[in-house]
């Protein structure tokens, strides 16, 4: 089965997405992640203000069968959560790399050793059966 | 290297994710486990479960070799009819549980998956003295899981000239039938807590059975949606919350142990057990707290000290909210009781409530 990774974002190889956006960074999880995991019913994000530092867990992603924790693939200040995914989480499994965005950071420039699009694809490769 | 089923490559071919239980490689899910749940408890879904054990007994003393092994009242399983029951160690330990077919001569034991290999060492250290054959049909027969407030309509239409008698096969009934032109044991029994049926036949049928039932609108089901549909009405799993080292009434399946039938491996450690009630208990909790419990997850009295672990939790689908089952300490197990799961290393509240989760929806 192959997953839509979008040549533009940078990965993590825990499966986190960051895509630029002005001074701002959007962290999502990746259609990898979401397929991996199945249907969507439960998410805890971090509160607007929290600094986190690259590595950090930054909420947990909850299915039916699986739990999975969220880390930070940048450091920087929580400015933004996606409101929407609060009552329902359908859109992280449907639109993972849009309306299924998770949080927003300013970047304190801290980041994890981050995948491009063909090495993310090859780390999603390897790990298919 | 992994046992597979006759359907395996059905499975494969139909885009089924696959993973590994009980040393089998088995379809977690197919479309989703929360439409195929959804889709048992509303319509109808159908589950490859060939990988469990079906073992023969037959022999002039298969019903009191039965009787001998298993903690149910094996003797008072009518012809046609078919019973939970529970094989235990001489010290009340769940060796598995079981579901027994009386048929024609014979029984039938369907056994789980993860225990083929033990139960067939156990059954056989037991049998001096009786006259008796275990003989295996886990390779020569297929087994499916028909289960769903549908399941009966579709069997209708799957049976041999519409004859339409399977609508009169009681709760746990069992007949010898034929579907699609091929003889079929049909059992109303299951693991979902709706009406259901499971199927037995020879296994070089089996994909066409599979093709010709999601044909009459049965939704292929994996492993994923049979935990959580087992899941909601309390349903036992084999290895979470019962094993070797948990004794029945710790299970809150002391309704399966008969003290009364006669002497059985096990009675006399369970009826101590009994006697001196259990010292932890089975119990179903909600969370009060943020957080989804998972197995294994260990629980904290209020005072933080470590007194047990999670069997199984998730978001339940049809209550739509995070449950699960622990072992406490019986004094924790009462309805109302509060103790803590640690998740990710942080207590969050929990509160035990009633068992089931669901009400099974059986057709009595």
Redesign the interface.
């Known amino acids: 089965m192959s997953h839509n990774v979008p040549a533009e974002l940078r990965y993590s190889k825990s499966d986190e997405w960051v895509r630029a956006e002005g001074d701002d960074l959007v962290i999502g999880v990746s259609d990898f992640a979401q397929d991996q995991l199945g249907d969507i019913v439960y998410l805890e994000l971090p509160k607007v203000g929290t600094v986190l530092a690259p590595g950090d867990s930054f909420g947990v992603i909850e299915s039916v069968k699986a739990s999975s924790d969220l880390y930070a693939p940048v450091g920087g200040e929580v400015v933004a959560v996606n409101g929407n995914l609060e009552t329902s989480q359908e859109a992280i499994n449907q639109d993972p790399y849009g309306a299924g965005w998770l949080i927003r950071v300013r970047a304190s420039g801290a980041a994890e050793e981050l995948l491009d699009a063909e090495a993310y694809a090859a780390h999603c490769a390897d790990r298919a059966h | 290297m992994l046992k597979r089923t006759p359907l395996f490559e059905k499975h494969v071919a139909a ?1 089924a994710r ?1 993973v590994e239980f009980g040393g089998w490689e088995m379809p ?2 197919y479309s ?4 195929e ?1 959804t889709a048992v408890r509303q319509r109808a879904g159908i589950f490859d479960i060939s990988h469990m054990g079906r073992l023969m007994v037959r022999g002039n003393q298969a019903e009191e070799f039965l009787q001998h092994v298993a903690t149910c009242n094996v003797s008072a399983i009518s012809l046609g009819q078919s019973s939970y029951g529970l094989l235990c160690h001489p010290d009340g330990g769940i060796v598995d549980d079981i579901f027994v077919y009386h048929l024609p001569e014979e029984y039938l034991v369907v056994i789980n998956a993860s225990n083929r290999e033990k139960d067939w060492q156990w059954l056989h250290a037991h049998t001096a003295g009786f006259d008796v054959e275990i003989v295996s049909r886990s390779d020569r027969w297929a087994m499916l899981a028909l289960q769903g407030p549908e399941a009966e309509a579709i069997l209708i239409q799957a049976e041999e000239s519409g004859a339409g008698s399977l609508s009169a096969l009681p709760f746990h009934g069992v007949a010898l039938s034929a579907l699609f032109g091929y003889t079929t044991l049909v059992a109303r029994t299951g693991y979902a807590g709706e009406d259901g049926f499971e199927l037995f036949f020879d296994a070089v049928h089996a994909e066409e059975f599979w093709d010709r039932l999601v044909g009459l609108g049965a939704k292929p089901c994996g492993l ?1 949606a049979r ?2 549909l087992r899941f909601e009405p309390c349903l036992s799993l084999y290895g979470h919350e019962i094993s070797d080292t948990i004794n029945p009434y710790e299970a809150r399946l002391g309704w399966v142990v008969k003290l009364d039938k006669g002497d059985f491996v096990g009675r006399e450690a369970l009826a101590r057990i009994k006697a001196e009630g259990p010292v932890r208990r089975l119990t179903g909790f909600e969370m009060i707290g ?3 419990a ?1 197995g294994d997850y260990p629980v904290h009295n209020l005072d933080g000290e470590l007194v047990g672990a999670v069997t199984t939790g ?2 339940a ?1 049809t209550l739509g909210r ?1 449950l699960g089952m622990a072992y406490v300490p019986t004094a924790l197990s009462a309805e109302g009781s509060e103790f803590d799961i640690i998740i ?1 290393g942080k207590p969050v509240r929990a509160r035990a409530i009633k068992m089931p989760f669901y009400t099974p929806r059986y057709k009595k």
């Open positions: 885009g696959m977690v899910q989703g486990i929360i439409d749940h994923g935990d959580s943020k957080g989804v998972r998730m978001p689908p995070p990710r």
